[in-house]
């Protein structure tokens, strides 16, 4: 089985690259199935319907989000619908939709940090802990939204050999770590961004730089025009065990 893991898609221009690769790389590598982080795809925060039906218009199997899935309020209702969307798993009981999906024989579970991150959430190892206890599909793709890099490798660490991947989100910034870790599952410490390449992670530098400079909050505007770049990786495993075989990161560029 052969399975793509997007980075965060950031705005307009992340969209852009969504809709022009993902069908072209379906098709080269032979993709099974596609996972895509949407969480910044509405203008660069948040997620709405209109947003949301144009990834999968363009061959997203299933999208997770993050922190910034409550950002545009219109998506609440879809949470609770029929849409293959996930918010992270370990927000408190009562908070709209669901962080796992199970398609395909597939189970999909979309995860947060605490780390750095100023949330009220419940522990995302003990959650992975309780959902794991479970019967599940073999195969078990992680997108864990964290900021810290060391929350993230210990839970790549704590979940190997029990599930297929674990792929990280949120800093938008792609690492050079794709492994596959002794005991079978596949890691990566972000997979990066679908956004403007000439920004900082997807928003407009002047912008930036000056809440730097300056310490006053100020509008970020994301850039929507340039380059693109397109980050994600590949992850190839066995369908029947649950176990990977080899990952790679799928960097491409668009003027």
Not at 3 to 29: H, K, Q, S, T
Not at 157 to 168: F, I, K, M, Q
């Amino acid at each position: 089985m052969r399975v793509l893991m997007v980075g965060d898609v950031v705005g307009r221009a992340g969209r852009r690259a969504v809709r022009a690769l993902l069908a072209p790389l379906r098709a080269e590598l032979g993709l099974d199935f596609i996972v895509v982080n949407a969480e910044n795809a509405a203008g660069g925060v948040g997620l709405t319907p209109d947003t949301a039906h144009e990834l999968f218009d363009a061959g997203a199997d299933v999208l997770t989000s993050g922190n910034h899935i409550w950002d545009k309020r219109e998506i609440f209702p879809v949470l609770e619908g029929d849409l293959p969307i996930l918010r992270p798993l370990n927000y408190p009981p009562g908070v709209p939709g669901q962080g796992t999906l199970a398609k395909r024989n597939v189970l999909v579970v979309n995860l947060m940090g605490r780390t750095f991150m100023n949330l009220n959430l419940d522990c995302p190892f003990r959650t992975m802990d309780k959902l794991l206890a479970e019967p599940h599909p073999p195969v078990v793709l992680v997108d864990f939204h964290a900021e810290a890099t060391s929350e993230k490798v210990a839970m790549g660490w704590y979940l190997d050999g029990r599930v297929s991947a674990v792929a990280g989100t949120h800093t938008h910034v792609a690492t050079a770590d794709t492994r596959l870790l002794p005991k079978g599952t596949a890691y990566v410490t972000d997979i990066g961004m679908s956004g403007a390449r000439d920004s900082v992670i997807g928003v407009d530098p002047e912008a930036v730089i000056e809440r730097f400079l300056t310490g006053v909050p100020n509008r970020f505007i994301t850039v929507e025009h340039g380059p693109v770049i397109f980050n994600a990786v590949l992850i190839e495993l066995d369908a029947e065990s649950g176990r990977s075989q080899a990952m790679q990161r799928i960097d491409r560029e668009l003027a």
